[in-house]
């Protein structure tokens, strides 16, 4: 019944570990996000995918990589994990043309320590 | 980059009371939407908004987006404990350009 699912939902690591965090949609969208809160709850934009192509990309590190293997799945991996990227990772996804809104997961809270 | 600018950043009612809150811009915005935000969740969305002077409600939420398209507003008619969360707009610069910017956020809490 999950319109947009995320795994894990809480991930603690060490710094310079790599990690994945999964997202899936059952929505039927193209279009697909990722989005960062920080610990002010500022949210960012940072990736966004359109039938597994990527469309925008926020000036983020190139340690961060999304992949698409499908319309349905935006996946986000890390490299090299920083203190910095400790924050709320949001999915979202939202239905292309005019009318657009954005629906989002449950989120995963990386701690990187 | 764009910036949405809320305001109040947090506030402290009553249950009852009615609560407004706004968000500013500093360029013209298209789609205008409203969000909310519970603790360990998603945003979820409240209100869209796609015309200048657009005027529409959710149950006790109504929204409306400013006729500069550089502002909206969020009302919440006799608030209840429900209510209590983070509520953010969010705005789209361009039709088809999936790219949502956020506000700063407002903070609810309801005093008992």
């Known amino acids: 019944d999950t319109a947009v699912s995320q795994t894990p939902k809480y991930l603690v690591t060490q710094m310079g570990n790599d990690k994945s965090i999964k997202c899936e949609q059952n929505l039927g969208h193209d279009t697909m996000y990722w989005y960062k809160q920080d610990s002010k709850k500022f949210l960012k934009i940072m990736f966004s995918y359109n039938n597994k192509e990527l469309i925008i990309n926020e000036t983020v590190p190139n340690r961060f990589s999304p992949k698409s293997p499908d319309k349905a799945h935006l996946n986000l991996h890390i490299n090299s994990l920083e203190l910095g990227d400790s924050a709320v990772y949001f999915c979202a996804s939202s239905p292309r043309g005019r009318l657009t809104e954005a629906f989002f997961g449950q989120g995963t809270r990386l701690t990187v320590v | 980059g764009q910036q949405l600018n809320q305001s109040p950043q947090s506030m402290f009612i009553q249950e009852g009371e009615d609560v407004s809150m706004n968000c500013t811009s500093s360029s013209i915005f298209n789609t205008w939407l409203w969000y909310k935000q519970d603790p360990g969740e998603g945003p979820v969305l409240l209100i869209a908004l796609y015309k200048a002077g657009e005027l529409t409600s959710n149950g006790r939420l109504t929204a409306q987006f400013g006729i500069t398209r550089k502002d909206s507003f969020l009302n919440i008619s006799a608030s209840i404990p429900s209510d209590v969360g983070i509520y953010f707009c969010?705005?789209?610069?361009?039709?088809?350009?999936?790219?949502?910017?956020f506000g700063t956020g407002t903070r609810l809490t309801i005093i008992p």
């Open positions: 969010a705005g789209r610069a361009e039709f088809g350009n999936e790219k949502l910017t």
